[in-house]
T-cell receptor, first 113, second 117 residues
Framework: EAGVVQSPRYKIIEKKQPVAFWCNPI?????LYWYLQNLGQGPELLIR????????DSQLPKDRFSAERLKGVDSTLKIQPAELGDSAVYLC???????????FGPGTRLTVT | AQKVTQAQTEISVVEKEDVTLDCVYE???????LFWYKQPPSGELVFLIR??????QNEISGRYSWNFQKSTSSFNFTITASQVVDSAVYFC??????????????FGKGTKLSVIP
């Protein structure tokens, strides 16, 4: 069974530029998560989807971050415009249910210069 | 509020030594779940174990074992006869009910384990 797929793996952009990350969850997993992981820290939730609906986006900086999950499968996380402080690893995860274990993708390492 | 504390930031052991990674959590809920994840240098978080709050039995899986003690709010992870491939950052996480049938996961800051050949 294929795991969570993310692309790109690495992205380097200049500040004020837009950037987008893509995630394909494990087949059959209705719940999808986007996390932010800073160096030396654990992942922090940005947004959680149940099918197409964003049910927890309280930690998403909505002035510059946006996300969508069309058709309840793939998801895209966008930052516009990017700031230097956005440099981090962006992780996507999926689970069959929120009480079950989450399976993570390899992440996208973003560097903003 | 829920909180997960991994007091050990970094640990180094020599190959074949046993090592225990500590995890202490805080929650007022009676129903919750505890997890351990491994993050090797490649970066992908790998699920290791899930334990619900009503099951305090210790678990062993090969060289890995977990000791869950509700009385001390701890969920410690022991690797027996460590190997170089065990070198990674290990995260403990707590999932508690957040309403509307959903659970919210909170991670500790992780413990970096280095196994020296």
């Amino acid at each position: 069974e294929a795991g969570v797929v993310q692309s790109p793996r690495y992205k380097i952009i200049e500040k004020k530029q837009p950037v987008a990350f893509w995630c394909n969850p494990i087949s059959g997993h209705n719940t999808l998560y986007w996390y932010l992981q800073n160096l030396g820290q654990g992942p922090e939730l940005l947004i959680r989807y149940e099918n197409e609906e964003a049910v927890d986006d309280s930690q998403l900086p909505k002035d510059r971050f946006s996300a969508e999950r069309l058709k309840g499968v793939d998801s895209t996380l966008k930052i516009q415009p990017a700031e230097l402080g956005d440099s981090a690893v962006y992780l996507c995860a999926s689970s069959a249910d929120t009480s079950y274990e989450q399976y993570f993708g390899p992440g996208t390492r973003l560097t903003v210069t | 509020a829920q909180k997960v504390t991994q007091a050990q930031t970094e640990i180094s052991v020599v190959e074949k030594e046993d090592v225990t990674l500590d995890c202490v959590y805080e929650t007022r809920d009676t129903t919750y779940y505890l997890f351990w994840y491994k993050q090797p240098p490649s970066g992908e978080l790998v699920f290791l174990i899930r334990r619900n709050s009503f099951d305090e039995q210790n678990e062993i899986s090969g060289r890995y074992s977990w000791n869950f003690q509700k009385s001390t709010s701890s969920f410690n992870f022991t690797i027996t006869a460590s190997q170089v491939v065990d070198s990674a950052v290990y995260f403990c996480a707590l999932s508690k009910y957040s309403g509307a049938g959903s659970y919210q996961l909170t991670f500790g800051k992780g413990t970096k384990l280095s196994v020296i050949p």
